[in-house]
């Protein structure tokens, strides 16, 4: 079964960090790149950071540049989301994809495309 699956979500207070995680199953990891996307209520769903197959590229929306780190284990078929500093505004559900770069954006794949079911992030006092 093709799968993505995000943990690590939770309640930070501001400045704090999380990391998240996003495990593949199912298809040859890879050979694939992976991106974090999220969507706050109310609002369009944003791609925050896309890491390429063989870490050739890595990008991030500018919202987060500085603050989030993605990485990617192949050896564990797992891509992590290293948020620090986070703040009330990065309060969203997470989820993890395969990705691309196109045109400066963070977009899913559409030749193939994978979503996990989505985590919470909840940065408050």
């Known amino acids: 079964q093709v799968q993505l699956v995000e943990s690590g979500g939770g309640l930070v207070q501001p400045g704090g960090s999380l990391r998240l995680s996003c495990a593949a199953s199912?298809?040859?990891?890879?050979?694939?790149?992976i991106g974090w996307f999220r969507q706050a209520p109310g609002k369009e769903r944003e791609g925050v950071a896309c890491?390429?197959?063989?870490?050739?590229?890595?990008d991030y929306a500018d919202s987060v540049k500085g603050r989030f780190t993605i990485s990617r284990d192949d050896a564990k078929n797992t891509v992590y989301l290293q948020m620090n500093n986070l703040k009330p505004e990065d309060t969203a559900v997470y989820y993890c994809a395969t990705a691309l770069v196109l045109g400066g954006l963070i977009l899913p794949n559409r030749y193939f495309e994978v979503w996990g079911q989505g985590t919470l992030v909840t940065v408050s006092s």
């Open positions: 199912g298809f040859t990891f890879e050979h694939w790149g």
């Open positions: 890491i390429s197959r063989s870490n050739m590229y890595i």
